[in-house]
């Protein structure tokens, strides 16, 4: 069945980047010229996602309004001739269609995907989080939606992260199919180093079958008093196979701020108008520094 819906989780506080996030989500950080989230959607757009369900919480109207029909900042730049930028705000409304619920308590991230039941339904769908933007050739949701394909079941996003830094993530155990499939045996959420099964984190990348839906109702709450995501899909691998994708491409973890900085970095020398006078700042300034 194809995957046509794709659920945002975006109901966080972002206390990480206080105080920039107490009035502004932290989904809306801009990294050069577009907030993250945007990133995302376009992700999704480019591998073929139709509908898009933002799972919402409070002060976060600001993303609505972002992929909204602007009717006043539109006529302003059509009166000023500013065709390019004109054409950047329709593009936004116009991309893919969005809809929006509310989580109305912070109840962790497999309580934000309970809410998305009624809008699923009974179809295979996605779910990608706002803080990883990941910058490949081919789309990494589309490589999840292929190996869905070839495998006919659950996919998780898998990296290869120093072991140092495992016990910041969910991570798996799993038999090797190909190059960059795998069937996923184990997972762990958070665990301690000497605790993880491997080297292989889960990240914010998913493709998940309905019948999560169910096991999210029934799950207690883990680790934090949340209802962690990661429980369910264990539970879901012993009665349907759940696999992983060790995607190509590189992940910015831009819930972090040494790994927003990075990413800024990054991107910006990836764009034409401004690379060659940004290489040359920073080579200058890493060239000032060392002579001090």
Known sequence: MKIRKAVFPVAGLGTRFLPA?????????????????????????????????????????????????????????????????????????????????RQRQALGLGHAILCARDFIGDEPFAVLLGDDIIDSETPCLKQLMETYQRQGGSVLALEQVPMESISSYGCVAATKLSERDFQVTDMVEKPKREEAPSDMAIIGRYVLTPRIFALLEQQEPGKGGEIQLTDAILKLSHQEKVYGCLFEGLRHDCGDKLGFLKATVDMALKRDEFKEDFEKYLRQRLSFDCCR
């Open 21 to 101: 996030t107490k009035s502004s989500p932290k989904e809306m950080l801009p990294l050069i010229d577009k907030p993250l989230v945007q990133y995302v959607v376009e992700e999704a757009v480019a591998s073929g996602i139709e509908q898009i369900l933002f799972v919402t919480g409070r002060n976060k109207r600001s993303i609505e309004d972002h992929f909204d029909i602007a009717v006043e900042l539109e006529a302003h730049l059509y009166d000023k001739g500013k065709a390019l930028e004109l054409s950047h705000v329709r593009e936004l409304a116009e991309m893919v269609d969005i809809f929006y619920v």
